[in-house]
């Protein structure tokens, strides 16, 4: 892409008008310096009594590849759009973790003209949430070792600790680990995950008021005795002061895009072993002061749009109004067999074979009754025929497909994309249904998910994932969602294609849903041989750059 304007020589507006442009008096929120603001804790929970008025659209993407596809970008184009277009629109994003900040992904504030801004402060620490997250799951991780030291009265059985601790950097060291809380006992095996993949991050994400953190909180399982009963956080007592470890971490975080729209930047959960989304309470406030709300999910739709719909929109009652599939002519090279320097060049029979990947996107989304719009992220390398051939192929299924320049151009450019949003949701309203219904059981939620979003004809449990399956259902468990977890590439059918291989099932009963493991799936990612973390620089200053910020 050509480098559109260098986007730091904008003047950010002061916090404070930004948020009175959104509707929030002085008291309804608390700067945090110039350019960023917490929701005050009054106005917030008020907020979410009233009925959401807002129309809720998502922004998915075609299976992701090592070059990206743009689902950030998209969205903070297509919100900055709508507001051009006189549309009173907020937008939720995840808050990027310093893990894949650092490592290989980089940073998760957009690009071009299409970004959130301090985008320095938002990658790092933004207002310490995830800091704040990973001192709850780690202050429940020593109330746990601390009971061991002190005689064990809940009776663990110390072979079926299921906690582990977590933190914000990628450290593959910190995977296995093997710690001594009392000499006399030996070390015990335990181990790190990335505080994205925590399951209070997934609970933050999720809880829908100051009531449900705590309920939620409560309900972790840490563990199980010798009887094979859970152990809980409500059971070590510790789940009053991990809600006031998030006292303020519960309360979404206001920024800005270079264009000066409002940005509820709040939760940062794994798109992979929980639900990748930005948090319930982020949305419905935005619902309920906006026209619009853009949000995303993380990776492809099989992966992320799945979890939003089963599990975001289940557990809150929300109901998306529209998904917005994101491709790129490069992807669907990609996804054509083209690989490397040769992604540059036209190869027309290969864009024409990879939109197929996107129309399987574009089918998984119509089984919730969602309608749909291609966003095509534009490249000033992109060929005509190669747009006229994605077009022809989402014709198809009757779905419009925009060429988007908003990287570029910022809201002007995605104007044509928010006006194919407007009239689609004016023209077709959502009929929303979810996939299957809480009243199944685990295996047949499992078995749905793997049929109808992952194309597989059966599922293949290994023998520890079966009984754990069984324990679960047993335990009263049963009505929980699934989460199918694998990496963001890897086909989850495997060397087999038509089944789904599952090899191990976690249970989150404070997120209340269910991880069905398939394939490698990292909950502490290592870095890679040049981290981009290499490449951060702090000016005289104070500002912070990196490679992809």
Not at 115 to 122: G, K, L, Y
Request: glycine content about 10%.
């Amino acid at each position: 892409m050509t480098n559109p304007p260098a986007a730091s020589h904008r003047a950010l507006k002061p916090i404070a008008s930004v948020a009175r442009e959104f509707g929030l008096a002085d008291e309804d929120f608390e700067p945090f310096g110039r350019s960023k603001a917490k929701i005050e804790r009054e106005f917030l929970w008020r907020s979410l009594t009233r009925e959401p008025a807002g129309k809720l659209v998502l922004v998915t993407a075609v299976s992701p590849t090592p070059t990206g596809i743009g689902k950030t970008t998209t969205s903070i184009g297509l919100g900055d759009a709508l507001n051009r277009l006189g549309k009173r629109t907020a937008i939720c994003l995840r808050e990027p973790s310093l893990g894949p900040c650092f490592g290989t992904k980089g940073a998760a504030t957009g690009g071009g003209l299409s970004r959130i801004v301090p985008a320095d402060d938002i990658n790092l620490h933004l207002t310490g949430d995830i800091h704040a997250v990973g001192a709850a799951n780690n202050l429940l991780a020593a109330l746990l070792e601390n009971h061991f030291y002190w005689g064990n009265a809940l009776g663990m059985d110390p072979d079926r600790v299921v906690w582990r601790r977590a933190l914000d950097v990628a450290d593959r060291a910190l995977r296995h680990t093997k710690l001594v809380a009392n000499p006399t006992d030996g070390p015990r095996p335990r181990g790190f995950d990335l505080t994205a993949a925590s399951e209070v991050m997934a609970i933050l994400c999720l809880a829908g008021s100051s009531q449900d953190l705590e309920r939620r909180l409560s309900n972790v399982v840490v563990a199980y005795d010798r009887t094979g009963t859970p152990v809980t956080a409500r059971d070590l007592g510790a789940h009053h002061a991990m809600k006031a470890l998030l006292k303020d971490a519960v309360r979404p975080n206001l920024v800005q895009t270079l264009e000066g729209n409002p940005v509820l930047v709040h939760g940062g959960s794994f798109a992979n072993v929980a639900h990748g989304c930005s948090s319930v309470i982020a949305t419905r406030l935005g619902l309920s002061m906006s026209d619009y709300v853009v949000t995303e999910a993380g990776s492809g739709s099989d992966l992320g749009a799945e979890k939003f719909f089963n599990i975001k929109c289940r557990q809150s009652g929300l109901r998306p109004d529209l998904a917005v599939v994101v491709t790129t002519v490069h992807a669907l090279r990609f996804h054509g067999g083209v690989r490397d320097g040769e992604l540059a060049f036209p190869h027309p029979q290969a864009v024409q074979r990879g939109a197929q990947n996107l129309l399987q996107h574009i089918w998984r989304i119509r089984k919730f009754g969602v309608p749909t719009v291609v966003a095509i992220n534009h490249f000033d390398s992109d060929a005509a025929d190669a747009i006229e051939i994605i077009q022809r192929a989402c014709q198809t299924f009757g779905v419009a497909a925009v060429v988007s320049r908003h990287w570029i151009e910022g809201g002007s450019g995605a104007e044509a994309l928010a006006e194919a949003v407007i009239s689609t949701i004016d023209r077709a309203p959502s009929k929303f249904n979810l996939l299957y219904p809480d009243e199944w059981s685990l295996f047949q939620k499992i078995e749905t998910v793997a049929r109808e979003i992952h194309g597989a004809n059966r599922v293949r449990l290994s023998d520890e994932a079966a009984a754990q399956l069984e324990n679960i259902e047993t335990l009263g468990y049963g009505r929980l969602p699934v989460c199918i977890a694998k990496t963001q590439y890897a086909d989850p059918t495997g060397r087999d294609p038509e089944a789904l291989d599952v090899r191990d099932v976690w249970l989150a009963a404070g997120a209340e849903f269910v991880v069905a493991v398939c394939g490698p799936v990292m909950t502490m990612p290592g870095l890679p041989r040049r981290p981009p973390a290499l490449d951060v620089r702090m000016t005289e200053e104070g500002m912070v750059t990196g490679p992809s910020w």
